[in-house]
C-alpha cells in the first residue's frame, strides 16, 4: 500500500461560521458608555437593570438622598439616555427590590420603601407591578390567598412562564424561602415552594442567574455562614445542589472571595461575577464560572479597556454578546451614573483534556501495558501520551522498547514484525498500587483526578479508605516526579486530613516514609484545640508505640510558628500542566516516541498516531479502517495543500489547544475543522476572530496570498482593497517583491480600478464628465 491522502470529511458542525469583515468589537474590553445626565435621572444604586430589545432600563433606587422610582431608557445602538414613556401609577419610591423581564414586560416585586432622608415609613413590600414596553403603562398586581412576606434584597427569576422569589430580608431577619406566581394566564396566585437538596443559608443581598434549566445562587449577606460556594437550582426537581469541585484535584483556581452587593450574569456556557464587598473591599475584578468544566477563573481585560472601579449594589445586564453594568456605590458612599460595557467572548470549550480521557476510557490504538503491583495487574495505555507526562516513565518506556526490539531481533533478525500487530511495550511497577495507578494515569490524561469517582454512593469523601488512596497516589507522583500532581496531593490531604481519619493517615504514612504528610498530622494532632481529643480516642489506644512516644514528645515541644514543609514544598513550584507538558513533546521530548510521518509537500513532519486520534475524528476513522503500511500519510485541506507554518500551527492546536497564530494560518486553517473532524469548532471561532481583527497593511501580503492559494474570492478582495488603501505603505514592505507574477498584476489591477473610480467622482463633482457617460 502507498501513503494515504489525507481530504474532505464529510463531517461538519451545525454551527459553521462565516467571516464579517470589518470594524469589529474586542473580546473582554471594557468601554466607557455615555454617562446618564443629572437632568435625566439621578446617580444611584440599589436599583435595577433589565434589557429589553436594544435597550437597557433603570428603575429605582436611591441617589444617597432619597429613593428613587423614575425609569431611565438607554438606547443600545444610539448611546444615548431618556427618560422612558410611562403612564399609570408607578411603583412607590424603592431599592433593593428586584426586576426582571417575561415576554413584552418588566414585573417589580418587592423592595424597601419610604424616607429614608427623614427616616420615617419605613418598611419592605410585597407588592408586583408590571410595566408594558410596548405600551408604557404601569399596572399593579392583586392576588389571591396567600403572599410572599414583603422583602428586600431579595433574588428574582423568570422561568417557565413563572415569577421565582427567593430569599431576602424581611427587615427582622435573613430568609431562604421560595415562592412562584404564575405570569401568564388568569390565575393570580403564589405558591410557596417545598425546597429540596442543600439549600443556601438564609441570605440577602445576592444575584441570580438563570441557566439549563437552573437557577444559581452565589454568596451574599448570610450573616456568620457567609459562604463563597455557588449554588444550583434544578426547577424541574425543585432541588438545590451546592457546586462543590473541591475534592477534585486539577490546581484550577479558586472562587471568588465571599462577598454581597455583586452582580451575576449568564452568558453561553459561564457565569459572570462582577464588583461587590468582598471582604471589606470594593471589587472591580470580573470572575467567570464556566458550567461545562465546573471551574472558576479571573476573566483579565484587554489593555486598552476601561475598566471599571470598584462598586457594589449596581446592576447589570446582558445586550447581545455584551454585558452592561450601571451605577452602584463607589469609594467613599458615593453614587456613580457610570455606564459599561463588557464584551464576551463565546468561543467553544476546549476539549483536550476530554479528547484525551476519552481515548483512555475506550482504550483505543494503546500501544503501552503496565504491569502492576505483585499480581502483575494488567492496565493498558498510549505511549506518546504517558512520556509526555513523566520523565521517569519516559525512561521507563524507553527501556523497555529497546528490551522488546531486542526480543523481535533476535526472533526474527528484525523488529518490524512478519505479521500485523506488534507487541505491545510492557512496563513492570511491581511496588504500585492498581487503583491508586489508574487514578494517576487519568491525571496523565486529563490533568485531573477525582478521588471519590469509584467510592460507592455517598461514601464519606473524608473516609480512611479515600485518603489512603490518595496516600498512594501522593507517593507514586513523588516516585514518577509529577510535581504538579504531587503538590494537588498535598493540598488535598491537608485538606481532608480530620479528627477522625488523623491517626490512620499518621499510621499509612510513616509506613510509606511519606515525610511531608507525616509531619501535616503530627502539627494537627498537637494543636491545642485537637490534642487531648486524639489521644483519649480508642484508635489512639491501637497506634503504634513508637509513633505515641514521638507525638507526647512532639506535644512537650514549645511550637513554633513556621511554615508546614508540605506548604514550603507547594510554593516552590507548581509543576507543569497537560498543555505545558504536550507542548515540550511536540518541541523536543517526544521526537523519539513518534510513529508516523504527516506529509507536507517535501516536508516529511513525525508525529504520534494516539494524539492525532484522540484530537482528529478524520485519523481516528483512518488508524482504524485503513492505516497505510508505510506509516506515512499525505497533509491535504480539501483541495488544498496548507502552508508549512499553518500546518505547525494546527499541530500546536491538536497537541496541547494552542490557538495563537499569525492571521494567514488563520486563513488555512479555517475550514480545518471541517476536514478533520474535531470534537467542536473551537479552532475555527479563533481563526475567525483572529481575521476579522487583525489584518493589517503589516501582513496582508501573507493573507493575499493565502487567499489566492485557497481560492477564497471574498478574502483577496479585501485584501486587494487593502492594499490599496495603504499602497504607499505596503509598496514599501520587502515581502512584495516576492510575490508571483499573476498576484502583482490582480494588485495593479486593483490600483488601476480605483483610480477610474477617484477620477470619475472627481469629474462628477466638478461637472465635467462627458455627455457620453450620461446617456
Not at 82 to 92: C, E, S
Not at 103 to 111: A, I, L, P, T
Not at 150 to 157: K, L, V
Not at 714 to 739: E, G, Q, R, S
Request: hydrophobic share 40%; charged share 25%.
Amino acid at each position: 500500500m502507498g501513503s494515504t491522502v489525507v481530504e474532505s470529511s464529510s463531517n461538519c458542525f451545525d454551527n459553521a461560521l462565516t467571516l464579517e469583515l470589518g470594524p469589529m468589537e474586542i473580546v473582554h474590553r471594557w468601554k466607557r458608555m455615555p454617562e446618564c445626565d443629572e437632568f435625566v435621572g439621578a446617580r444611584r444604586s440599589k436599583h435595577t437593570v433589565v434589557a429589553f430589545k436594544e435597550a437597557i432600563y433603570v428603575f429605582g433606587g436611591d441617589n444617597g438622598k432619597s429613593m428613587l422610582n423614575d425609569l431611565l431608557r438607554f438606547d443600545v445602538k444610539e448611546k444615548s439616555w431618556g427618560r422612558a414613556f410611562a403612564t399609570g401609577i408607578p411603583p412607590a419610591p424603592r431599592y433593593h427590590h428586584s426586576a426582571v423581564v417575561h415576554n413584552s414586560s418588566m414585573y417589580v416585586f418587592g423592595g424597601y420603601t419610604g424616607d429614608i432622608h427623614s427616616n420615617s415609613n419605613l418598611t419592605n413590600k410585597n407588592d408586583l407591578f408590571e410595566y408594558k414596553f410596548l405600551s408604557g403603562q404601569w399596572v399593579e398586581w392583586k392576588f389571591v390567598g396567600r403572599t410572599p412576606v414583603p422583602r428586600s434584597a431579595h433574588g428574582a427569576t423568570v422561568y417557565d412562564n413563572k415569577l421565582w422569589i427567593f430569599a431576602g430580608y424581611d427587615g427582622n431577619a435573613r430568609l431562604n424561602d421560595m415562592w412562584t406566581i404564575p405570569l401568564v394566564g388568569d390565575a393570580r396566585f403564589w405558591e410557596e415552594i417545598e425546597q429540596k437538596g442543600e439549600c443556601p443559608p438564609t441570605c440577602c443581598n445576592f444575584p441570580v442567574a438563570v441557566a439549563r434549566e437552573c437557577m444559581f445562587v452565589f454568596s451574599g449577606q448570610s450573616g456568620a455562614k457567609i459562604t463563597n460556594s455557588l449554588f444550583q437550582f434544578n426547577f424541574q426537581e425543585k432541588t438545590w445542589t451546592r457546586i462543590s469541585t473541591e475534592h477534585i484535584l486539577r490546581g484550577a483556581p479558586p472562587p471568588p472571595a465571599r462577598r454581597y452587593g455583586h452582580s451575576m450574569v449568564a452568558f453561553d456556557r459561564h457565569l459572570y461575577v462582577f464588583g461587590g464587598a468582598a471582604d471589606s473591599t470594593l471589587s472591580n475584578d470580573l470572575h467567570c464560572f464556566d458550567l461545562d468544566s465546573q471551574t472558576w477563573s479571573v476573566v483579565h481585560p484587554v489593555p486598552d479597556s476601561f475598566v471599571p472601579s470598584g462598586r457594589l449594589f449596581h446592576a447589570a445586564a446582558v445586550v447581545g454578546d455584551a454585558m452592561f453594568i450601571f451605577g452602584g456605590t463607589v469609594d467613599n458612599n458615593v453614587r456613580s451614573g457610570e455606564m459599561y460595557r463588557f464584551q464576551f467572548s463565546s468561543y467553544p470549550k476546549c476539549t483536550l483534556h476530554d479528547d484525551f480521557g476519552k481515548i483512555l476510557e475506550t482504550r483505543q490504538f494503546c500501544d503501552l501495558q503496565f504491569l502492576i503491583g505483585a499480581d502483575e495487574t494488567r492496565i493498558l495505555g498510549h505511549v506518546a501520551l504517558v512520556a509526555a507526562r513523566s520523565q521517569y516513565l519516559r525512561t521507563k518506556i524507553r527501556q523497555a522498547k529497546e528490551n522488546r526490539d531486542k526480543h523481535l531481533e533476535k526472533l526474527f533478525g528484525t523488529t518490524k514484525v512478519p505479521f500485523n500487530d506488534t507487541p505491545l511495550i510492557q512496563v513492570k511497577l511491581p511496588d504500585a498500587d492498581p487503583e491508586a495507578f489508574e487514578m494517576v494515569l487519568n491525571y496523565i490524561y486529563m490533568d485531573c483526578i477525582d478521588p471519590t469517582k469509584k467510592a460507592k454512593k455517598d461514601e464519606d469523601p473524608f473516609s480512611n479508605k479515600i485518603v489512603l488512596r490518595m496516600m498512594d497516589v501522593y507517593r507514586l507522583a513523588v516516585q514518577f516526579n509529577m510535581v504538579r500532581l504531587e503538590n494537588l496531593c498535598i493540598q488535598y490531604l491537608n485538606a481532608t486530613i480530620c479528627l477522625k481519619n488523623v491517626l490512620v493517615a499518621l499510621h499509612n504514612a510513616d509506613q510509606l516514609q511519606l515525610k511531608f504528610i507525616k509531619e501535616h498530622c503530627l502539627r494537627f494532632i498537637v494543636k491545642e484545640s485537637n490534642y487531648n481529643q486524639i489521644v483519649m480516642s480508642t484508635e489512639f489506644e491501637d497506634l503504634d508505640r513508637g509513633l505515641m512516644i514521638e507525638i507526647i514528645r512532639r506535644k512537650q515541644k514549645p511550637q513554633n510558628r513556621t511554615s508546614n514543609p508540605s506548604d514550603q514544598q507547594q510554593s516552590n513550584t507548581n509543576g507543569s500542566s497537560l498543555e505545558q507538558d504536550m507542548a515540550m513533546f511536540l518541541i523536543a521530548t517526544g521526537k523519539e516516541f513518534c510513529d508516523i510521518d504527516l506529509i507536507l509537500d517535501n516536508h516529511v513532519i513525525p508525529a504520534h498516531k494516539s494524539i492525532l486520534a484522540a484530537r482528529c475524528g478524520y485519523f481516528e476513522a483512518m488508524f482504524r479502517s485503513f492505516m497505510p503500511s508505510d506509516n506515512t500519510v499525505r497533509i491535504r485541506i480539501g483541495e488544498m495543500v496548507p502552508s508549512k507554518e499553518s500546518f505547525d500551527s494546527l499541530l500546536r492546536y491538536i497537541y496541547y489547544g494552542d490557538v495563537t497564530m499569525p492571521p494567514e494560518d488563520s486563513l488555512y486553517l479555517f475550514s480545518a475543522p471541517f476536514f478533520y473532524s474535531f470534537t467542536n469548532n473551537r479552532l475555527q471561532a479563533f481563526c475567525k476572530q483572529n481575521l476579522e481583527m487583525n489584518v493589517t497593511f503589516e501582513n496582508v501580503i501573507q493573507i493575499l496570498e493565502a487567499a489566492d492559494k485557497m481560492q477564497a474570492s471574498d478574502m483577496k478582495k479585501y485584501a486587494l482593497d487593502l492594499i490599496v488603501h495603504h499602497f504607499t505603505k505596503v509598496a514599501k514592505l520587502p515581502k512584495l517583491k516576492n510575490l508571483s507574477k499573476e498576484l502583482i498584476l490582480d494588485i495593479l489591477m486593483a490600483l488601476a480600478n480605483d483610480m477610474s473610480e477617484t477620477k470619475m467622482c472627481q469629474d462628477v463633482s466638478s461637472g465635467s464628465l462627458n455627455s457620453d457617460y450620461l446617456y
